[in-house]
């Protein structure tokens, strides 16, 4: 169980607003705060102290090189999931510290 504030616990029983967050790490140095993503899941296993998941990029803003940088397998992901309350703070929790091992490019023209 990650530790998570009353606040936290209070605003997930009503309507609230989620937020992700993804960082992006290549050789131990962050590359890409705030990665722009579509869509994703992550599978905790607490059991064997393991995180894996799947995350779709929107990088259609985003200069190929950089999407290069992005996409270079043995970069780190680190992935929280939050709460963004009415004043505009976030609380967020640390999902896990993901390795890049697979990568596919669906290139649908647009962008750059």
Do not use: C, W
Not at 5 to 10: I, L, V, Y
Not at 24 to 36: C, K, T
Not at 74 to 96: A, K, M, W
């Amino acid at each position: 169980m990650r530790p998570i504030s009353k606040r936290f616990q209070t605003a997930l029983r009503q309507s609230h607003v989620m937020r992700t967050k993804i960082d992006v790490y290549q050789a131990g140095h962050l590359v890409y705060e705030d990665l722009p993503i579509s869509e994703g899941n992550v599978t905790l296993d607490d059991t064997a102290i393991r995180t894996s998941g799947n995350i779709t990029l929107h990088l259609e803003n985003v200069h190929p090189i950089e999407q290069h940088r992005l996409l270079f397998p043995g970069n780190t992901y680190t992935v929280e999931r939050g709460i963004v309350f009415p004043d505009g703070s976030e609380e967020l929790i640390r999902l896990g510290t993901l390795l890049l091992v697979d990568t596919r490019v669906d290139d649908s023209g647009g962008g750059y």
